[in-house]
């Protein structure tokens, strides 16, 4: 649908440009832009926001709105992606409705029961997602991606590895599968690192305030970026000889290619952020020789890179490796010599990824060990299939009683049956039967058994008030510590999560930062609270769910080649139109306009 000035009434302009007392309604020269992308609009056609502003604007004083459905405003975006003027024409409707409700033009209800899609609620960046998705569809990739920009910068790497929560609540999921964003957003993002797109995002005003972040991993990287768009000076001091954090060196290069990676973090070094890898915080530098430099605000972000150890006899043995570790190495040097018969202990994802790393590595058997039930397991299903896929095995309830060694190397695992992982209350609390025991042979054994937080960094930075558990935060929405001007995140503060949590807590970092700096309320309106209506499905045409094409598991094996190859245009294209795009939108009732 195009809609040109010329469809509007004569005289709209001028009467919207003199709304009294609103600047925002200014910018706007009434195009159209936003109401022909609107999915609201384009499937109720008396949620037109023209008709709104006319009733507004010219004063429609008695007007039933529809007799049957109202459709709100699911906070898509699409509106505001496609105004050529960059107005933000969400805002532009809240304004109005302001002005609708100080009036008493309209019910109230009519503009304030705005509801946001459950995808967009469950994504912790809190991408838009419907918005990006419509303009896949309608082929216009570059805003697509920028939507999507403005709210974390890794979309090729969450296109690879996020757990896409998003997905578990999309609608379309009720009526046949959800919608595969997390592989619509890898298509946005593959496009745009193989030079279709090119997106480098705008940067404001150069500021005078230098930041220095530490630690280069999403949550440190992310805040990085958020700063830079502001126009702060911004520099990471990275421990690693690479940047990335566990992205680089956690993570497998066959489910995130190294390349990829690297592609993501230029953009961010493209903005003018500065990378200084091989410095850590407590032993190159301090907080207070970064004052001394000039630096007036701080983000920790030095994640969890300390291995939990079993406590269990024997647990020293050669041969004995701690699974991040062995990652670790893989990844910074290539390749780590182990042997045949592999054991790795543990059930979560991290096991699982060691697990597949080590039968890349030369292992010819390898088996998983946990304490937990298959349905218990930590480890996400899709990520278990593809561990059975590959041959590796999986043995439930065990857990390690002692290791056996000979000559100073181990040989075996004595283990202990295990009837309950977590007590009453629901902590980790393991019970064991004793009696039952069962002794595997082994000539490596990686253990993944947990994450801690390696807290020498606290060295360089001697008042942080810390716990057991990593350094304190003292408000999980501003992510203040007990210092002024520093704050903490990712996972060294919460425990081992996800890519895309700590991109969330990297912007939650750079809001906080700009407001210290700007001498502003850290605080005021930091908790928001989403609001997503349930979805009736009516109607709805089934369609299939696009399938990736991946790797056979012969071939993915004894390589680390990227095991999934990504949707062609047209599959992006059919997947994109199966997003239901009016989620969050439909209310049944009915609204009148008062007089
Ligand atoms: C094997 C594995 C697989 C995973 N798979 C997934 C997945 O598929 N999907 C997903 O969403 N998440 C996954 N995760 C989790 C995800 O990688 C982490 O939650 C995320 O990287 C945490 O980000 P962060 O920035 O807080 O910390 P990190 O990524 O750990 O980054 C912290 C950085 O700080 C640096 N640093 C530490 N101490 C200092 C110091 N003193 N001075 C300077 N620098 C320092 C570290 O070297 C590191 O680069 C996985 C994690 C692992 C271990």
């Not at 425990?495 to 210290?516: F, H, L, N, Q």
């Not at 399938?547 to 993915?556: A, E, H, N, P, T």
Request: proline share 4%.
């Amino acid at each position: 649908m195009t809609i040109s000035t010329n469809d509007l009434d004569p005289g709209f302009k001028f009467e919207i440009a003199n709304v009294p007392g609103n600047e925002l309604i200014k910018h706007c020269f009434t195009c159209g832009a936003c109401i022909a992308v609107c999915p609201v609009n384009n499937v109720c056609s008396e949620f037109d926001p023209r008709k709104i502003i006319h009733m507004v604007i010219l004063g429609l004083k008695k007007r039933v709105l529809s007799s049957e459905n109202i459709w709100y405003c699911s906070h898509c975006e699409s509106c505001r992606f496609s105004c050529p003027q960059g107005v933000r024409s969400s805002k532009v409707m809240d304004a109005l409705q302001t002005i609708a409700v100080r009036d008493n033009y309209v019910a109230a209800d009519a503009f304030q029961k705005f509801a946001t899609a459950p995808c967009k609620v469950a994504c912790p960046a809190h991408i838009s997602i419907q918005g990006f998705i419509g303009m896949i569809a309608e082929g216009r990739y570059r805003d697509g991606l920028k939507l999507i920009k403005e709210e974390m910068p890794f979309p090729c790497i969450c296109g690879r590895i996020c757990f896409h929560p998003c997905e578990n609540k999309c609608n379309r999921g009720k009526v046949d599968e959800p919608v595969a964003i997390e592989y619509l957003k890898r298509f946005l993002a593959d496009r745009d690192l193989a030079g279709d797109i090119n997106y480098v995002p705008e940067t404001e005003e150069k500021k005078d305030e230098k930041i220095a972040v530490i630690g280069a991993g999403p949550a440190g990287l992310s805040a990085a970026y958020f700063l830079a768009i502001k126009g702060y000076p911004v520099t990471v001091f990275e421990k690693l000889p690479v940047a990335g954090g566990m992205m680089a060196v956690g993570i497998p290069a066959y489910r995130l290619p190294r390349d990829i990676l690297r592609k993501e973090i230029k953009t961010i070094i493209d903005m003018g952020v500065e990378i200084k890898s091989g410095v850590t915080l407590g032993k190159d530098i301090t907080i207070e020789s970064l004052r001394n430099e000039g630096y007036k605000a701080f983000f920790i972000a030095v994640g969890r890179h300390a291995s939990r150890g079993l406590n269990v006899k024997g647990e020293n043995l050669e041969g004995i490796i701690h699974g991040i570790n062995f990652l670790k190495d893989i990844s910074l040097k290539g390749k780590v010599s182990i042997g045949e018969r592999v054991i790795v202990i543990g059930g979560g994802n991290v096991a699982i990824d060691v697990a597949l790393t080590a039968l890349r590595s030369g292992a010819k058997e390898v088996l998983i060990v946990c304490l937990e039930g298959r349905d218990e397991m930590h480890a996400w299903e899709y990520e278990i299939k593809d561990a059975l896929d590959e041959g590796i095995a999986i043995i439930n309830n065990w857990g390690p009683r002692r290791f056996i060694g000979k000559n100073g190397h181990v040989k075996s695992i004595e283990f202990k049956h295990c009837t309950a992982v977590l007590d009453a209350n629901g902590s980790f609390n393991p019970q064991y039967d004793e009696s039952e025991l069962m002794t595997l042979e082994a000539d490596t054994v990686l253990l993944s058994i947990g994450q801690a937080c390696d807290m020498s960094f606290t060295k360089g930075v001697p008042d942080l008030e810390v716990s057991p558990m990593g350094p304190v935060v003292k408000d999980p929405f501003t992510l203040e510590t007990n210092i002024p001007g520093i704050f903490v995140g990712g996972d060294a503060s919460y425990g081992p999560r996800s890519v895309v949590e700590a991109v969330a807590s990297g912007k939650k970092a750079a809001i906080s930062t700009d407001r210290y700096l700007r001498g502003e309320d850290i605080k005021a309106d930091r908790s928001q609270k989403w609001n997503s209506i349930e979805f009736e499905s009516q109607n709805v045409k089934l369609a299939d769910r696009q399938q990736m094409q991946r790797l056979s598991i012969d071939r993915r094996k004894n390589s680390f080649k990227e095991i999934d190859s990504g949707f062609s245009e047209l599959q992006a294209r059919l997947e994109a139109k199966r997003c239901l795009r009016i989620c969050g939108t439909q209310i049944k009732g009915m609204v009148s306009v008062h007089g």
